[in-house]
């Protein structure tokens, strides 16, 4: 029998994004149950959160040291044997650190740490441990990047001699170019944010992707990052030059300030045989490119994917991902319905939907038989 | 205190794609638990598959009037509120009206029944409880799919003057080409799947979607289905003209012959003053088409939506809702990891990647502040 | 020795655009010099639109008779060969008469005349003649239509099955909408333009492009036409059911008031094996679609091309064929710099810009060579 | 009255497609003749590529020095005013400057010489005469890159603060990873091709591209070249970091090892207000991107558009530019059949479709009026 593995979430309240992408990603497998944690360093605001995501108050804690001591006490049946870690960047090192240094599993957001030392003596921590540890390094998850790894080792492109990565977005604009804004904003503030903004943030995305993709290390690199003025501390956008080895380079390209940009994140890579393109904002195509053949263009759920990429994807070819929100949108709509809270009459489709669609069908097979007439729909 | 909403679910089990999209969707904004439900005629079966996805097996019951007896006996506090109803099209109906008579919520896949008649009593059925009902046309939960609804009742199109949207499929090919798979494929037999198989199933949907973006009412319709084979008793592809009034028409085209589609859902609406497209298969764009304009190409989770739209939106502009999957698979591979279940290298990053992504955000700023130099990435 | 082939024009003068088209494609290949016409019904506009084309006047003549009398006249060395009639519709039938009873070969642009009974004695005309007689669809041109015509005839698509072709624009709602234009606009007179405006203009596009990329012939039609106002006698909408026989369907649909539309032609035909879409607005992009297999985006000049498809292109894969135009608008500016007439600065590149980029290519090599250090760029 | 500019072209005979690009683009906007010219080093050759082209043989000369003795001996209403120089790179410079120094005026192909030095002397030499002199910088003629630079100086973007151009081919891939021929290619031969391959070739486009858009003059740069093999002496790759002031910062990248890409050159520039993105294979269209607002998709022809873009552009929107040469193909099929050579039967539609295409409207109208009934297309 398989009982769902039990989950805790340090962070993530209130509206936090990155709060509801990894409850509703821990959800989708039906693997795991989130339990509780520590969602806010607030007790009340914390428990407050909780009875709002329909979760049960008694596994809140006031902080990560309550909850480790109390855990520990319970059963191993009972226990939470993972912790997603969603806080400020300052405290994944701490956090992961005692969480790991008492037998829990660990899923960390990144960047791992605010300094490779930290993180250096985090690895060390680990190997003491039995425990797994995760970083959600998010996009490598997506089935056509896990594709693309695997025809990578599979030698389609054969041997790399370039690689190109872009990270654009613009989000940074409002902010930077207001003096008394990019002063006070935490992300350009070194103590809160560590050493870079845009570089930290995005280019590790880049950084890890190549390397996770290419099966390549980056030997070395050649930055040249821009500040955009004299009295910001942080770096907002960075063109960097890499070395994997003699002749094999390539380019991390990121920035906050592409102005208009989104998350813009694509990732090209050349071999002697061929070549591979893909991009977040569309991330079910993935372009095959070769010389004097015409592009191919692969999508999830095929059979000509590989097991790991078609592990990644629950539904079959040509129903975009984005389609569990399509239907989770129905569903609130619903649950607001149930509840007798006001809701949108276009928030889901209706009995009288339903018997619309009825006729339509067999007024449609009437007007084909009897030679393709007109035949009026039923109100 | 908002506690989850009790749901259980009718058919959806094992390999169920339905089953699957279900399960996701009610897990998305936390309101609805899964606590039981009829998964498979088989009770054995059922209980199996509860346990496989981790749910207790004490609510799960060998049919609906089990079900029924047993939570109609409970406190209302602990009762199944809403019930999804999964199960093959010929179900729906008597399942559908038992629960209705027994005020349990209902949420139905579409096709609501097999024949108007059933559903228009099944309408009159509802009218006499106070239950909320669903069918679920699924694409009209989309974030763009409601923006367009609001645009054009806010009269961004003017009057509507051209109406066209398309449902192509090519799957049914490896069938339809074979005499013997096309007279024992069930959705080609209309004693198990109702008088069509093209309209019935995909054509639905395209008259839905309609009638919910454009507020407008399909009055007549003229139809011109293919059967391709003269043993074939069910249409696979079509062509039906739509009359909304005497200067309003429409085209709804609709195929699973058209070979090498996935799920092609196009929907085109031309006003007076404008005209909308929305493709399914890329959900997050929507094309606003003006005389002597620029097109626009608005996206999901910008301030320029409407509210129904922006409420159907969890992430920032840039994620497209897939990215929900990208991060399930992540936490899938965990998962895997810590039930010592055996899993591939790619399918969670590790400390390592963690560790490296550190010292490339250092290097970074280094080789930038000492001039634009190479420098090496530690090992 | 190969000479130019002689050609005259009939109407095309002025503002034209029919008229650039016919005078650009004519020079494209070497193979056809313009010497005279009819461009305009006024003798002295026509010779004075001659002198703005830089041609001799010599041949303009005041009407088809007089020219038809003095060419042949000449010597069969110096005579035109081959007239381009471009005027208004209700023209092209007398014209092309007289020229084909006078042995001339003859490009006609669509539709051929106003009426069918006209059309049938046109084709009995050249049958007694030894003319040539084109009529420019221009569409089935481009080089990856006639890659389409080429795959189908190899059968790459097996047996057709289903036929799609869409022809929307939008350019008649600023007049449509407008009781007083309506009523006044000689495309929406049938005295002037015939029977139909919409399926006349750009329906036959559609009809002509199906028949020639497919082979298949089109055996009966049920059309449902739109007018959008009482007072219009011209249908500027419609949808027409196609059967090329029993089991092979289609549908034409297309538009004058799919506003915000340019020119979205789109052809789409599936058969047993694979289907194969194409569309106006982006031509030199062919996409094959097969069961199971990564759609193959084809592209002009490639290697996996037919013949007859290669030999309609001109350039290297890569270069979209519209770059004679931004290579002609460099000319453009040039010639007005030669004639001292005034001009853009961004017209076309000078001395300049060819230094500066020679200085970038030695900088960018000395760069590099010592180490990847930054070099000044002298201006 | 406007006579034709007389032109003449220095190589440019036989299959060469630079020139083809350069006779049809001259013959664009009625504005050149092209009367002669040395074609080819060997006299017969050129006299026979005249033939072949359709033009007098009589002003076809065995070299420069003969074609300036000679038409400079002619009246000037009768000389040769610009001369296109098309020959290999290294004879730019000899040709250029004695034509500049017997007061012709030049359009001579890109790079301009093969040093900076040689460059610098042209320079003087044009500064002396008083002729006109534009390098074919190709890509700057395209009406969407002419808009692109008219938006940009009218402040559409605010201040620019990054950019970001990409040049990626693969063409060079089966001769670089072969031994024998990466050392037999002229390309890769410094004493023929100058300094640099890639950066040479491909780089200039994108460095004139950026100063021709932006307004903006490049001061530093920094560059990795890639040369992929020790024996080879040519870079075949580069990421060049571009200086425009202290926090004006940009990249061009440039490959010709992009496996895959036919001529992938893309533009990207963002400023404090606005981005616009636009790419060659794709020319028709311009991308605005604003913070917050819907990207805006501009294309050409449109009354939105610049002056300077509008001038570029021939026909109405919807138009691909490529049209031209679907028109072109039909005219050449013509050629062909009017000088009794072999053709094939899809080179241009004829008669048969003329009279299809008039039955097909009449029947259409008919089935309408007849209340939407079949109605067959007669043979």
Same mark, same amino acid.
């Given at each position: 029998?398989?009982?769902?593995i039990?989950?805790?979430?340090l962070? !993530?309240?209130?509206?936090s994004?990155?709060?509801? /992408?990894h409850?509703?990603?821990s959800?989708?497998?039906d693997?795991?149950?989130?339990v509780?944690?520590?969602?806010?360093?607030? =007790?009340?605001e914390?428990?407050?959160?909780?009875?709002e995501? !329909?979760?049960?108050?008694n596994r809140?804690?006031?902080d990560?040291? $309550?909850?480790?001591?109390?855990?520990r006490?319970m059963?191993?049946?009972e226990? #939470?044997?993972v912790?997603?870690?969603? %806080?400020p960047?300052? /405290?994944?090192?701490p956090?992961?650190?005692?969480l790991?240094e008492? @037998?829990?599993?660990?899923i960390?957001?990144k960047?791992? *740490?605010?300094?490779?030392e930290?993180?250096?003596?985090?690895q060390? %921590?680990?190997?003491?441990s @039995?425990?797994?540890?995760? #970083?959600?390094y *998010?996009? %490598?998850g997506?089935?056509?990047v896990?594709?693309?790894?695997?025809?990578?080792a599979?030698g389609v492109?054969?041997?790399?001699q370039?690689?190109?990565?872009?990270y654009?977005?613009?989000?940074?604009?409002p902010?930077?170019?207001?003096?008394e804004?990019?002063?006070n904003?935490?992300? =350009?503030?070194p103590e809160?944010?560590g050493i870079?903004?845009?570089?930290?943030? +995005?280019g590790?995305?880049?950084?890890?992707m190549?390397?996770?993709?290419s099966?390549?290390e980056?030997?070395?690199?050649?930055a040249?990052?821009?500040?955009?003025?004299?009295? @910001?501390?942080?770096? +907002?956008d960075? %063109?960097?030059l890499?070395?994997?080895?003699e002749f094999?380079?390539?380019?991390?390209?990121?920035?906050?300030i592409? *102005?208009?940009?989104e998350?813009?994140f694509? #990732? $090209? +890579?050349?071999?002697e045989?061929?070549?591979?393109k893909w991009e977040q904002?569309?991330p079910?195509?993935?372009y =095959?490119?070769e010389?004097?053949?015409?592009?191919?263009?692969?999508?999830?759920?095929?059979?000509?994917?590989?097991k790991?990429?078609?592990d990644g994807?629950?539904?079959?070819?040509?129903h975009?991902e984005?389609?569990?929100?399509?239907? !989770?949108?129905i569903?609130?709509?619903?649950a607001?319905?149930?509840? @007798?809270?006001?809701?949108?009459?276009?928030e889901f489709?209706?009995m009288?939907?339903?018997v619309?669609?009825?006729n339509?069908?067999?007024?449609?097979v009437?007007?084909?038989?009897?030679?393709n007439?007109?035949i009026e729909i039923?109100?």
């Amino acid at each position: 029998m398989s009982k769902k593995i039990k989950l805790a979430i340090l962070g !993530g309240g209130g509206d936090s994004l990155i709060g509801i /992408l990894h409850r509703v990603a821990s959800a989708m497998f039906d693997q795991f149950e989130l339990v509780g944690g520590v969602f806010n360093p607030d =007790l009340e605001e914390s428990k407050k959160f909780a009875r709002e995501i !329909g979760i049960e108050t008694n596994r809140v804690y006031k902080d990560l040291e $309550s909850f480790i001591a109390s855990e520990r006490a319970m059963n191993e049946d009972e226990r #939470v044997q993972v912790v997603s870690i969603l %806080t400020p960047n300052f /405290l994944h090192f701490p956090m992961a650190k005692q969480l790991l240094e008492n @037998n829990f599993h660990v899923i960390c957001e990144k960047p791992l *740490t605010t300094t490779f030392e930290e993180a250096k003596i985090l690895q060390e %921590t680990q190997k003491k441990s @039995n425990s797994i540890f995760a #970083v959600t390094y *998010t996009y %490598t998850g997506y089935p056509m990047v896990r594709q693309m790894r695997e025809m990578i080792a599979d030698g389609v492109l054969g041997r790399i001699q370039k690689i190109d990565v872009q990270y654009y977005q613009g989000w940074i604009n409002p902010i930077i170019h207001d003096e008394e804004k990019r002063a006070n904003t935490w992300r =350009l503030d070194p103590e809160k944010s560590g050493i870079s903004c845009c570089v930290g943030d +995005i280019g590790t995305h880049a950084f890890d992707m190549i390397e996770y993709v290419s099966g390549l290390e980056i030997k070395k690199i050649l930055a040249d990052l821009n500040y955009l003025y004299k009295d @910001n501390r942080m770096d +907002i956008d960075g %063109t960097i030059l890499l070395r994997f080895d003699e002749f094999v380079k390539g380019v991390i390209r990121t920035s906050q300030i592409a *102005t208009g940009e989104e998350n813009n994140f694509t #990732v $090209s +890579i050349y071999g002697e045989k061929a070549g591979l393109k893909w991009e977040q904002e569309n991330p079910n195509y993935l372009y =095959l490119l070769e010389e004097g053949e015409p592009m191919r263009v692969l999508k999830p759920g095929h059979v000509y994917n590989s097991k790991l990429s078609l592990d990644g994807t629950k539904l079959p070819p040509g129903h975009p991902e984005g389609i569990f929100d399509s239907m !989770g949108n129905i569903y609130k709509g619903v649950a607001r319905a149930i509840r @007798n809270e006001p809701y949108h009459p276009g928030e889901f489709p209706t009995m009288r939907d339903g018997v619309r669609g009825m006729n339509f069908i067999e007024k449609a097979v009437e007007s084909h038989q009897k030679g393709n007439i007109w035949i009026e729909i039923e109100d």
